[in-house]
């Protein structure tokens, strides 16, 4: 398990925050969430690819 804010903190703007990600693929791949964006001072929902993640930790 890893930290979203850990591994993918170069992606978010300054005062962002990734808040959860609750639904996850049965591979791990894709994760679905909220988080803050700071940018434009809103709650957001995310989808995020991680195959570039996953292709780093094999």
């Given at each position: ?10 992606l ?47």
């Amino acid at each position: 398990m890893r930290r979203l804010k850990k591994v993918y903190d170069g992606l978010l703007s300054r005062g962002s925050s990734f808040w959860g990600a609750p639904v996850v693929s049965y591979n791990g791949r894709y994760m679905a969430g909220t988080g803050y964006n700071a940018a434009h001072h809103r709650v957001e929902v995310f989808l995020l690819d991680a195959a570039g993640l996953l292709m780093a930790m094999n």
